[in-house]
């Protein structure tokens, strides 16, 4: 069973109430049937994911992550998601980028590279 599948069966219930809605409604509208989910899930995700290997892997998975966190339009401290980055590092390079106290997730980054 796929998305598609249930927003097949859910749209036929709400088709009358979007013939006069904003773009703006709609996504809303979407977001609070099926976004949910997915947003606890990133969520988790975020908060498991851990430095296993490479810094610049860490990296590519957790800055999608933000990014797709961000598109539920939340506003969520910035150093918030600073703490959990640092947080998720192998324990040597987070002591050594905490001393620095980056004030933002993009300095954390440029950090854990150098």
């Known amino acids: 069973m796929n998305i598609m599948d249930d927003v097949a069966r859910w749209y036929p219930s709400i088709e009358k109430q979007l013939q006069s809605c904003s773009w703006s409604t709609f996504a809303n509208i979407i977001l609070e049937r099926f976004g949910q989910e997915q947003h606890k899930l990133l969520l988790r995700q975020l908060f498991q994911l ?4 490479f810094f610049h ?3 590519s998975n957790f800055t999608p992550l933000v990014d797709q966190l961000n598109a539920y ?7 918030f998601y600073t703490m959990c ?9 987070c002591v050594a980028i905490s001393m620095h106290r980056p004030p933002n997730l993009d300095i954390a ?5 150098l």
């Open 73 to 79: 339009g939340t506003t969520a401290d910035p150093f």
């Open 57 to 59: 892997e860490y990296i």
């Open 85 to 93: 980055f640092i947080d998720g590092l192998k324990d040597y390079i």
């Open 109 to 113: 980054c440029l950090l854990a590279k």
């Open 50 to 53: 851990r430095q296993e290997t």
